[in-house]
């Protein structure tokens, strides 16, 4: 059974702490992406990787942090830099960036700043 | 500055009418639209798309129209249903080697039995 999964799906973190939030896909996709959503807004990309060993940051990276060592894991690092922390993240992944693919996303993280 | 927009947060439809969500955009470069679906706390679905060479794209209950000179996408959806209740966000695609999505803010559809 293909998809993505996004865990935990509720997170709560003190102030000044980091915290990772893991993605993992099993649909052989080689591109994927975070996004955060707050509310009334559309969803906001952080950072997106379209191959191994490889990411790029979107228009909002400033306190985040990504790796992808391995093509089914693409975990974001919240760091204790971004003033503005609570939100719904979601990670999403296509099949590739050259085509007309639509992005598929897990069911997202809440997370929350206490 | 919001390259896609979707001026109405909220619309409410009898159940059986016809639902139209609209969304501008503002990049000429866009090739590529597409509409998704999300139920609260959960993450979006893909549900229709259009390329920008067309105007228009049927798929079931779903219908989404493009006018390219007005920079303007509609999504119809006939007859609704109450299923149908969702935000529903608006995406496109630019023609850059990273393709990738800029959303809208969403509208969030309500049908009513």
């Known amino acids: 059974d293909g998809g993505i999964t996004q865990s935990p799906k509720y997170l709560f973190r003190k102030e000044g702490q980091n915290v990772t939030l893991s993605c993992e896909q099993n649909?052989?996709?080689?591109?994927m992406y975070w996004y955060r959503q707050d509310p009334g807004q559309g969803l906001r990309l952080i950072y997106y990787s379209q191959i191994v060993n490889d990411f790029q940051k979107g228009d909002i990276a400033e306190g985040y942090s990504v790796s992808r060592e391995k093509k089914e894991s693409f975990p974001l690092t919240v760091t204790s830099a971004q003033k503005n922390p609570t939100a719904f993240y979601l990670c999403?992944?296509?099949?590739?960036?050259?085509?007309?693919?639509?992005?598929?996303f897990g069911p997202g993280t809440r997370l929350t700043v206490l | 500055d919001q390259q896609v927009k979707q001026n109405s947060p909220s619309l409410s439809v009898q159940e059986g009418r016809i639902s139209i969500l609209n969304c501008d955009y503002t990049?000429?470069?866009?090739?590529?639209f597409l509409w998704y679906k999300k139920y609260p706390a959960e993450g979006p679905t893909f549900l229709i798309s259009?390329?920008?060479?067309?105007d228009k794209n049927e798929d079931g209950r779903f219908t989404v129209f493009l006018n390219k000179s007005a920079k303007h996408l509609s999504l119809h959806i006939v007859p609704s249903q109450p299923g149908d209740s969702a935000v529903y966000f608006c995406?496109?695609?630019?023609?850059?080697?990273?393709?990738?999505?800029?959303f809208g803010s969403g509208t969030q559809l309500t049908v009513l039995p």
């Open positions: 995406a496109a695609r630019g023609s850059g080697s990273a393709r990738q999505l800029t």
């Open positions: 999403a992944s296509s099949p590739g960036t050259g085509s007309y693919n639509e992005q598929f």
């Open positions: 990049n000429s470069m866009f090739d590529y």
């Open positions: 649909l052989n996709h080689d591109a």
């Open positions: 259009i390329s920008s060479i067309k």
